[in-house]
């Protein structure tokens, strides 16, 4: 196993729709999710896509921890082919960071509850449904899919911040803001 450099922003792998995954069963993939776990277990990342450590196929992983989503825990999922659906009308803003985008924090619209289907590294057809950060970190990991990068998804670019000086910001004014060192802990 080996820990891959991430593409950041800019890099041609992070521009274009990636491409289907044949067979989910196939050593080649169980090895590329391999590194991407020592990868993204290495970033301090919660989710990590294929095409941010240059592999441009469409595999994601992420796991939620239970203190960013109400107290409930979802482990390590590892999606391949992922299909994402909203299943309400409603979207919410919240900050979002990406370790393609080090640095920087922004506040992104996404739907608050999705249902989503892949299929795992057994070759077997998965469905689940999310809601709030857990359908957040799904999306955002989903977009890496299509060259989507969370700024591109922002309505307001004003929010766009470098996080050690939001954070430092909030402090100053006595603020509690949900960054942590790297931004928020999206990836």
């Known amino acids: 196993m080996t820990v891959m450099p991430i593409s950041r922003m800019g890099a041609e792998?992070?521009?274009s729709r990636a491409a289907e995954v044949r067979d989910a069963t196939d050593p080649a993939v169980h090895a590329l999710v391999d590194d991407m776990l020592q990868t993204m277990i290495a970033s301090h990342g919660v989710g990590?896509?294929?095409p941010q450590v240059g592999a441009p196929v469409r595999i994601v992983?992420?796991?939620v921890p239970a203190m960013r989503n109400n107290g409930v825990e979802i482990p390590l999922t590892i999606m391949v082919n992922p299909v994402i659906e909203p299943t309400g009308p409603d979207q919410a803003e919240d900050w979002e960071?990406?370790?393609?985008?080090?640095?920087?924090?922004g506040r992104v619209p996404r739907w608050t509850s999705i249902r989503y289907s892949f299929t795992d590294l057994q070759g077997d057809k998965q469905v689940r449904d999310a809601r709030d950060f857990h359908a957040r970190v799904v999306q955002h990991e989903c977009d890496h899919l299509d060259g989507v990068?969370?700024?591109m998804r922002m309505t307001d670019m004003g929010?766009?911040?470098f996080s050690d000086v939001l954070?430092?910001?909030a402090q100053a004014a006595g603020e509690d803001i949900d960054i942590d060192e790297e931004g928020v802990p999206l990836e």
């Open 61 to 63: 992983m992420f796991f």
């Open 167 to 169: 954070r430092a910001e």
């Open 97 to 105: 960071a990406c370790l393609s985008v080090p640095g920087l924090t």
């Open 48 to 50: 990590l896509a294929a």
């Open 149 to 151: 990068l969370y700024p």
């Open 13 to 15: 792998v992070l521009k």
């Open 159 to 161: 929010s766009l911040s």
